[in-house]
């Protein structure tokens, strides 16, 4: 089965940066969209940001022009990079894979970061 593991989340202060990762492994067959979601205490489960293997991205319009996405498709990991940061972007940060296979299209989730964005 297809693994992801996050790793960058944790404490940071209003205004800093935070880096993310997301390493993809197993029985990948094209991991043709991979990105990120985040879920707030008492909100639904939100996109912040997706990249395909072509290099097309899309934000949640609450993080255009201070989050950036980007991956490296040769070993199936994914980034966000996040800075100028709020308090309102505290919450769990979930990796994401989508792909076609030979039988369809499935989907895949990691465990989740912390991100606390709090002085």
């Known amino acids: 089965q297809v693994q992801l593991v996050e790793s960058g989340g944790g404490l940071v202060q209003p205004g800093g940066s935070l880096r993310l990762s997301c390493a993809a492994?197993?029985?990948?067959?094209?991991?043709?969209?991979m990105g990120w979601y985040r879920q707030a205490p008492g909100k639904q489960?939100?996109?912040?940001a997706t990249v395909t293997?072509?290099?097309s991205t899309n934000y949640a319009d609450s993080v255009k022009?201070?989050?950036t996405v980007s991956r490296d498709n040769g070993a199936n990991k994914v980034y966000l990079q996040m800075s100028s940061?709020?308090?309102e972007d505290t919450a769990v940060y979930y990796c994401w894979l989508w792909?076609?296979?030979n039988g369809g299209a499935r989907g895949?989730?990691?465990q989740g970061t912390q991100v606390t964005v709090s002085s």
């Open 25 to 33: 492994s197993g029985s990948i067959f094209s991991a043709d969209t």
């Open 45 to 48: 489960r939100e996109l912040v």
């Open 53 to 55: 293997t072509g290099g």
């Open 65 to 67: 022009g201070r989050f």
């Open 85 to 87: 940061l709020k308090p």
């Open 99 to 101: 792909e076609r296979t």
């Open 108 to 110: 895949y989730w990691g």
